[in-house]
């Protein structure tokens, strides 16, 4: 099961966080965006996540998936269901 606190750690070792918003405190209903990433760091991310969790995540949903409650909440119910 991702966690919060795993999430953000994928996110800094695929994006890196020295350019965007601090990663800490209730970033779990801003958007990647707001956060600083770009598309391709975001598919970097979802690519990761995919990899990590044993899991298929299209580009499709990827680009619905926009912030990181969503990613927790798509990854999980991937993970629970497989």
Do not use: K, W
Request: hydrophobic share 45%; proline share 1%.
């Amino acid at each position: 099961m991702l966690s919060l606190d795993g999430l953000v750690a994928t996110i800094r070792r695929c994006a890196g966080d020295s350019d965007v918003a601090a990663l800490d405190g209730d970033i779990l209903d801003v958007s990647y965006q707001d956060l600083g990433y770009d598309s391709v760091a975001v598919l970097e991310i979802f690519a990761e996540l995919g990899s990590e969790h044993g899991i298929a995540i299209s580009d499709e949903e990827v680009f619905e998936t926009m912030t990181p409650r969503q990613t927790l909440d798509l990854v999980n119910s991937r993970t629970v269901s497989a």
